[in-house]
């Protein structure tokens, strides 16, 4: 689903206002406009951290020539750009002639034109990070980093052009609305201009704190040569300095700097504290290039490509470690919240964890209904608030659980009163829920406010849970219905299987090397008989840490030890005539 719909409608107009800033700037006509973008020299894989950061996640496109994108790690945005609420005239695909790896080391986006209508018949591609996990935690800084070639074209011959390195929060994905959620664009240029703008949107639609639908922006900055070779283009969120910033960055050079200070806290919050996915794109058309002067038209040439040689992800500790949460802080807003229902649009789940009494989050009219928020890491839990609005639960728990699948009880009534309740609990978790049971009236469950206060720690027996939401790759996969990216989702309702033959595998890139305590395998029914658990430092030497010619299916929990970047379960026999089907593949550690 294509939940950045509005992104670009609000961007055009801050492009009209940075005409000004330009003025100052002035544009830097692109150099050698005849030089082949085949031409162009392989440029270094993602280079080492910068000091004082380590490398999360990266991807250097080591693909075959004419091979797409790796599933497991990437997904496609397709369809025609009228629906993307931007002015776009292009239809994304997933086609090979859009969007390729060119066997150097480069992903290619590439925009082509058939017919003889400028404004009509253009395809292009937009591919987004299946993990919504990038990000920084309090008192820590993150850094996204792209090495791009811009469409070699000119102002003369490349009005419509739209090329784009973003990203957005994760709580798109979950329900939060934009802008609200967060967009940081990283890289923007159009027509050919040779230029970049770094801008950020949050707060409401129209209007509110970062006026949109123009956001928060650099303006437009001079990128001389960004046409014919590569450069980086970078964004820091820093969670360790007080006010917290973002920065962006032009081959290294800090172009322009937003502090919290500009919108209110919550705002800011909602925008920036939660993780992000990572978006490229190559539009043609539509409202930001119209502000400067219009396009495709006639001499617009087709087969203009996007170059991307490595995209990186770098994480810091500010200070050394993350900085607790003043006492008696409420660590539920602002985070990541989600529910199993809302009645409306005007009720989002995110609306419990704003910090906004104004506001509140209803569900629909049945039993049972939750709400949940993810606190990012495990706390010790002292208290929980519920800002009841009339229509209340009478019977309810309050539940906790590291994982969002496992859940305990740390509080249960049968007799709630509604109101504005305080209840002092015990428990941990990164994950905590209220759950009802019996509503106290013929509406749903709403609440106004969610909050919980608690320090940082508690995590459960067999560490923190590692692979939600990173990277995941398998030898095969039976269908597109069930990719690999789906066993390490979270969600019990999408699966991986494979083709029905022996070995296969399904691995997890966990970012980093990491100490591994548990793994736990949610077979469906389609299970493995024999099989190993292996971890390896670069994904081609691996160590079994667990083995098994027994294997009983359902749900296993595995106590083992071992370390490493990637973590995958080998399968070499199975039970069944099927493949190999899992709901869940966790990997736990520290």
Same mark, same amino acid.
């Given at each position: 689903?294509?939940?950045?719909? +509005?992104?670009?409608?609000?961007? @055009?107009?801050?492009?009209?206002?940075?005409?000004?800033?330009?003025?100052?700037?002035?544009?830097?006509?692109?150099?050698?406009?005849?030089?082949?973008?085949?031409?162009?020299?392989?440029?270094?894989?993602? +280079?080492?951290?910068?000091?004082?950061?380590?490398?999360?996640?990266?991807?250097?496109?080591?693909? $075959?020539?004419?091979?797409?994108?790796?599933?497991?790690? @990437?997904?496609? %945005?397709?369809?025609?750009?009228?629906?993307?609420?931007?002015?776009?005239?292009?239809?994304?695909?997933?086609?090979?002639?859009?969007?390729?790896?060119?066997? $150097?080391?480069?992903?290619?986006?590439? &925009?082509?034109?058939?017919?003889?209508?400028?404004?009509?018949? #253009?395809?292009?591609?937009?591919?987004?990070?299946?993990?919504?996990?990038?990000?920084?935690?309090?008192?820590?800084?993150?850094?996204?980093? =792209?090495?791009?070639?811009?469409?070699?074209?000119?102002?003369?011959?490349?009005?419509?052009?739209?090329?784009?390195?973003?990203?957005?929060?994760?709580?798109?994905?979950?329900?939060?609305?934009?802008?609200?959620?967060?967009?940081? %664009?990283?890289?923007?240029?159009?027509?050919?201009? *040779?230029?970049?703008?770094?801008?950020?949107?949050?707060?409401?639609?129209?209007?509110?704190?970062?006026?949109? =639908?123009?956001?928060?922006? =650099?303006?437009?900055?001079?990128? &001389?040569?960004? /046409?014919?070779?590569?450069?980086?283009?970078?964004?820091?969120?820093?969670?360790?300095?007080?006010?917290?910033?973002?920065?962006?960055?032009?081959?290294?050079?800090?172009?322009?700097?937003?502090?919290?200070?500009?919108?209110?806290?919550?705002? #800011?919050?909602? $925008?920036?504290?939660?993780?992000?996915?990572?978006?490229?794109?190559?539009?043609?058309?539509?409202?930001?290039? %119209?502000?400067?002067? !219009?396009?495709?038209?006639?001499?617009?040439?087709?087969?203009?490509?996007?170059?991307?040689?490595?995209?990186?992800?770098?994480?810091?500790?500010?200070?050394?470690?993350?900085?607790?949460?003043?006492? !008696?802080?409420?660590?539920?807003?602002?985070?990541?919240?989600?529910? *199993?229902?809302?009645?409306?649009?005007?009720?989002?789940? =995110?609306?419990?964890?704003? !910090?906004?009494?104004?506001?509140?989050?209803?569900?629909?009219?049945?039993? +049972? /209904?939750?709400?949940?928020?993810?606190?990012?890491?495990?706390?010790?839990?002292?208290?929980?608030?519920?800002? @009841?609005? $009339?229509?209340?639960?009478?019977?309810?728990?309050?539940?906790?659980?590291? %994982?969002?699948?496992?859940?305990?009880?740390?509080?249960?009534?049968?007799?709630?009163?509604?109101?504005?309740?305080?209840?002092?609990?015990?428990?941990?978790?990164?994950?905590?829920?209220?759950?009802?049971?019996?509503?106290?009236?013929?509406?749903?469950?709403?609440?106004?406010?969610?909050?919980?206060?608690?320090?940082?720690?508690?995590?459960?027996?067999?560490?923190?849970?590692?692979?939600? !939401?990173?990277?995941?790759?398998?030898?095969?996969?039976?269908?597109?219905?069930?990719?690999?990216?789906?066993?390490?989702?979270?969600?019990?309702?999408?699966?991986?299987?494979?083709?029905?033959?022996?070995? /296969?595998?399904?691995?997890?890139?966990?970012?980093?090397?990491?100490?591994?305590?548990?793994?736990?395998?949610?077979?469906? &029914?389609?299970?493995?008989?024999?099989?190993?658990?292996?971890?390896?430092?670069?994904?081609?030497?691996?160590?079994?840490?667990?083995?098994?010619?027994?294997?009983?299916?359902?749900?296993?929990?595995?106590?083992?030890?071992?370390?490493?970047?990637?973590?995958?379960?080998?399968?070499?026999?199975?039970?069944?005539?099927?493949?190999?089907?899992?709901?869940?593949?966790?990997?736990?550690?520290?």
């Amino acid at each position: 689903m294509r939940t950045r719909t +509005p992104r670009r409608t609000r961007r @055009w107009i801050a492009g009209a206002t940075a005409v000004a800033t330009l003025g100052l700037v002035g544009v830097i006509a692109v150099l050698n406009a005849g030089t082949s973008d085949a031409a162009q020299l392989a440029a270094p894989a993602s +280079p080492a951290p910068p000091p004082g950061f380590t490398l999360t996640w990266s991807d250097e496109f080591g693909g $075959a020539a004419g091979t797409g994108v790796n599933t497991g790690t @990437w997904k496609y %945005d397709t369809g025609p750009g009228s629906t993307f609420g931007t002015g776009e005239i292009e239809t994304m695909t997933n086609s090979t002639a859009n969007v390729f790896q060119d066997g $150097a080391g480069h992903l290619v986006l590439r &925009a082509l034109h058939s017919g003889t209508d400028p404004r009509a018949g #253009w395809t292009s591609g937009r591919i987004e990070t299946q993990a919504a996990t990038f990000g920084a935690d309090a008192g820590d800084v993150v850094r996204m980093e =792209s090495s791009i070639q811009q469409p070699n074209v000119t102002t003369a011959n490349g009005a419509g052009y739209w090329p784009a390195f973003w990203m957005l929060g994760s709580t798109l994905r979950t329900g939060t609305t934009w802008p609200t959620s967060g967009e940081v %664009d990283i890289l923007e240029d159009i027509n050919g201009r *040779s230029s970049v703008f770094g801008t950020l949107h949050c707060g409401v639609n129209p209007g509110g704190p970062c006026n949109e =639908s123009t956001g928060i922006g =650099s303006g437009e900055r001079a990128c &001389a040569g960004c /046409q014919t070779g590569y450069h980086t283009y970078a964004v820091e969120i820093d969670r360790a300095k007080s006010p917290e910033e973002i920065r962006w960055y032009l081959d290294g050079v800090n172009y322009f700097t937003l502090p919290a200070t500009r919108v209110d806290a919550t705002t #800011w919050a909602n $925008a920036v504290h939660h993780p992000f996915f990572i978006i490229y794109d190559l539009a043609m058309g539509g409202g930001f290039p %119209d502000a400067f002067g !219009g396009g495709p038209n006639a001499s617009t040439i087709s087969g203009g490509q996007m170059n991307i040689d490595w995209v990186a992800v770098y994480n810091k500790k500010g200070g050394g470690t993350t900085s607790p949460p003043p006492a !008696g802080a409420n660590i539920a807003q602002g985070k990541p919240t989600t529910a *199993s229902s809302t009645e409306n649009a005007g009720s989002p789940a =995110s609306a419990a964890t704003d !910090g906004n009494t104004a506001t509140r989050w209803s569900s629909a009219f049945t039993d +049972p /209904q939750w709400l949940q928020v993810d606190l990012g890491q495990s706390y010790n839990l002292t208290s929980v608030n519920l800002n @009841w609005e $009339a229509a209340y639960a009478k019977a309810f728990q309050i539940q906790t659980s590291p %994982d969002g699948t496992n859940w305990t009880n740390i509080y249960s009534t049968t007799s709630g009163t509604g109101g504005n309740q305080t209840l002092n609990v015990t428990g941990s978790g990164r994950y905590v829920r209220v759950y009802g049971t019996q509503r106290a009236t013929a509406y749903g469950y709403s609440l106004y406010e969610f909050g919980l206060t608690g320090t940082p720690g508690g995590g459960t027996s067999g560490g923190t849970l590692l692979s939600q !939401g990173r990277p995941t790759t398998a030898s095969s996969t039976e269908n597109a219905a069930s990719p690999a990216a789906n066993a390490t989702d979270g969600n019990t309702a999408t699966r991986w299987s494979s083709a029905f033959t022996d070995p /296969q595998w399904l691995r997890v890139d966990l970012g980093a090397t990491h100490a591994i305590s548990k793994v736990t395998l949610n077979w469906e &029914a389609a299970y493995a008989k024999a099989f190993q658990v292996q971890t390896s430092a670069d994904g081609n030497t691996w160590t079994t840490i667990y083995s098994t010619t027994t294997g009983t299916g359902g749900n296993q929990t595995l106590n083992v030890t071992g370390s490493g970047r990637y973590v995958r379960v080998n399968g070499t026999q199975r039970a069944t005539a099927y493949g190999y089907s899992l709901y869940e593949f966790q990997v736990y550690g520290s």
